[in-house]
């Protein structure tokens, strides 16, 4: 099992900025991608950035230029750093690991419990 603890929500202006971050634990070993998705009131769970253990990264089209995901290989965390925070930004933020599991070889995704952003106008 994984564990996956966010931290770093809160409530924040317009323009402004903030850091989530996801601490991993437990069965580690082999977790290939980490990243933050996010769920606003009445809409869809959606992708909002990855990035590999190799350090390779997505992004979502609406988050470009503003979100930057980066990892600590040291801490087993990943980041989100938050800039220019608009108000369609405010959702709850979960953070994901997928995992390999082997010898098998079949992927799990293990997420935390969400921390909610709010971006006031």
């Known amino acids: 099992q994984v564990q996956l603890v966010e931290s770093g929500g809160g409530l924040v202006q317009t323009g402004g900025s903030l850091r989530l971050s996801c601490a991993a634990s437990?069965?580690?070993?082999?977790?290939?991608?980490m990243g933050w998705y996010r769920q606003a009131p009445g809409k869809q769970r959606e992708l909002v950035a990855t990035i590999t253990n190799g350090g390779t990264t997505t992004y979502a089209e609406s988050v470009k230029g503003r979100f930057t995901i980066s990892r600590d290989g040291a801490k087993n965390t990943v980041y989100l750093q938050m800039h220019s925070l608009k108000a369609e930004d405010t959702a709850v933020y979960y953070c994901n690991a997928f995992k390999v599991v082997m010898p098998e070889g079949y992927g799990m995704d293990y997420w935390g419990k969400g921390t909610l952003v709010t971006v006031s106008s």
């Open positions: 437990g069965s580690i070993l082999g977790i290939y991608t």
